[in-house]
């Protein structure tokens, strides 16, 4: 009998169908989580844009409508960031940008692709901010 080294056709062809499998049944989940990952971040620069609001009416008579005077840069890879005035408060908005993954994001059915905070910490959509 002869020893044989390597590996077969056959043998190569099934690790290969097990491998795409795995990956097939891998790829969706983490697509997933790195898309929350992503708007986990955007909520984070948006509650830092809530302190530096409030760190901004400490120093001057009123709230910044400028997100320039709160972050810099006002945008990321995935979201672009916005602050308006309404009276004596803000609004602060985190927009996904055109043609990212982020655009898909959804929660519970609700899109989750432009997400607000104001001065009373409001959230909105509030099944994205769980």
């Known amino acids: 009998m002869r020893k044989s080294h390597g590996l077969s056709l056959m043998e190569l062809l ?4 097990v491998l795409a499998i795995i990956t097939a049944v891998a790829y969706p989940s983490l697509a997933s989580y ?3 990952s992503k708007r986990i971040e955007a909520i984070q620069m948006l ?3 809530q302190l530096q609001q409030e760190e901004w009416r400490i120093s ?6 400028s997100a320039a005077d709160l972050i810099h840069p006002t945008s990321s890879a995935h979201y672009s960031f916005s602050a308006a005035l309404s009276g004596s408060s803000y609004t602060l908005t985190a927009t996904a940008k055109p043609g990212s993954a982020q655009q898909n994001d959804k ?4 899109s989750c ?4 905070l104001n001065r009373s910490s409001e959230k909105t959509p509030p099944e994205c901010w769980r």
């Open 107 to 110: 929660e519970g059915g609700t």
């Open 14 to 17: 099934i690790t290969m169908a």
């Open 47 to 49: 509650y830092r844009m």
């Open 34 to 36: 790195m898309i929350k």
């Open 60 to 65: 001057h008579p009123a709230y910044t409508s």
């Open 113 to 116: 692709s432009v997400l607000t």
